[in-house]
């Protein structure tokens, strides 16, 4: 199972899954700028064009090009994930061939609470809380982290939650220095801004 499929299935949050869904597009993207590092830019291009075609026939003209051009350590690897049907189907191929970790939804949470990007954590944070998976150091983490966004949805979490503690530890976002983040706290604390 993929990371973008346990997501929509098990968390069922649609805007983590379209990030590892990017993921993936992204990896192959790079294993393509890899490969023409080696073997001839122009063919390796044109394999990754026709790869994205619904057309059967590009595709499979794709797949033996690679066949053709590359060594068989190479195609050992990455034939397998190429002829596969959908990103599901390759991320379990490459799982395989790498032996890639099968995290569980939880984890794949806890990872993106963690993430550079402050739009993953907040999308975290947003399914953490439906799945009431939010442990009172996240939401802490959460309220205090840098960036206005993370800091907005940290406060609807710890309303949505309705723990008494939770709305309580949100007050000293009332004075926060973002002036959206302080509206929003006040908001939520029924206070006009």
Same mark, same amino acid.
């Given at each position: 199972?993929?990371?973008?499929?346990?997501?929509?299935?098990?968390?069922?949050?649609?805007?983590?899954?379209?990030?590892? =869904?990017?993921?993936?597009?992204? =990896?192959?993207?790079?294993?393509?700028?890899?490969?023409?590092?080696?073997?001839?830019?122009?063919?390796?291009?044109?394999?990754?064009?026709?790869?994205?075609?619904?057309?059967?026939?590009?595709? =499979?003209?794709?797949?033996?090009?690679?066949?053709?051009?590359?060594?068989?350590?190479?195609?050992?690897?990455?034939?397998?994930?190429?002829?596969?049907?959908?990103?599901?189907?390759?991320?379990?191929?490459?799982?395989?061939?790498?032996?890639?970790?099968?995290?569980?939804?939880?984890?794949?949470?806890?990872?993106?609470?963690?993430?550079?990007?402050?739009?993953?954590?907040?999308?975290?944070?947003?399914?953490?809380?439906?799945?009431?998976?939010?442990?009172?150091?996240?939401?802490?983490?959460?309220?205090?982290?840098?960036?206005?966004?993370?800091?907005?949805?940290?406060?609807?979490?710890?309303?949505?939650?309705?723990?008494?503690?939770?709305?309580?530890?949100?007050?000293?976002?009332?004075?926060?220095?973002?002036?959206?983040?302080?509206?929003?706290?006040?908001?939520?604390?029924?206070?006009?801004?």
């Amino acid at each position: 199972m993929s990371y973008e499929s346990i997501v929509r299935e098990e968390l069922q949050d649609d805007l983590l899954a379209g990030f590892y =869904a990017d993921q993936c597009k992204a =990896a192959l993207k790079l294993a393509f700028q890899l490969m023409a590092l080696i073997y001839p830019r122009q063919q390796i291009e044109m394999v990754q064009y026709n790869l994205q075609s619904t057309d059967a026939s590009r595709r =499979a003209n794709a797949v033996e090009i690679i066949d053709n051009i590359c060594d068989a350590e190479t195609r050992h690897y990455m034939l397998p994930i190429l002829e596969a049907t959908n990103n599901q189907e390759a991320m379990h191929r490459g799982k395989q061939f790498f032996r890639l970790q099968h995290p569980t939804a939880h984890e794949l949470l806890e990872k993106q609470l963690g993430h550079s990007d402050p739009w993953v954590i907040a999308c975290a944070l947003r399914a953490g809380m439906r799945r009431q998976w939010l442990r009172p150091e996240i939401l802490s983490y959460a309220l205090e982290h840098s960036s206005p966004v993370v800091r907005q949805i940290a406060v609807a979490c710890a309303f949505d939650i309705e723990d008494e503690m939770a709305r309580n530890t949100c007050e000293f976002l009332l004075r926060d220095p973002d002036p959206d983040v302080a509206q929003y706290t006040a908001f939520r604390f029924g206070e006009v801004a």
